[in-house]
């Protein structure tokens, strides 16, 4: 009993400081307002805001790109031979890439 009266009086001697202390807890650290949450939907929204612009960028690329093959019948032509390595029938079509110099190089090494 004795511990817990004096525990009562420490208590209520400082119980303005623990309420401001609970309360600068409640504000920083806990709960869904606090300033770790704010941070991390800080951080989320500029991560958004980032994929907005590249949408965005990615976006106009292909509309102008749209409408150079609406104007242009030889554009498809073009991405056809650029994109799906198609050929004319007298052509003959060489493809270098880097990546299969890399597998053929990582093979090696590995044996």
Do not use: C, H, W
Not at 32 to 43: A, P, T
Not at 87 to 98: G, H, L, T
């Amino acid at each position: 009993m004795k511990i817990g009266k004096t525990l009562l009086r420490i208590l209520s001697r400082f119980k303005y400081v623990l309420v401001a202390i609970v309360g600068i807890l409640l504000l920083t650290v806990i709960g869904e307002n606090s300033l770790l949450q704010r941070y991390k939907y800080d951080r989320e929204i500029s991560e958004l805001e980032d994929e907005i612009e590249k949408q965005e960028t990615q976006f106009l690329q292909d509309s102008l790109r749209l409408v150079e093959l609406e104007r242009d019948p030889s554009a498809i032509r073009t991405i056809a031979r650029e994109r799906y390595f198609m050929k004319a029938a007298d052509e003959d079509i060489y493809v270098f890439s880097d990546e299969i110099a890399a597998q053929e190089e990582a093979y090696a090494a590995a044996q």
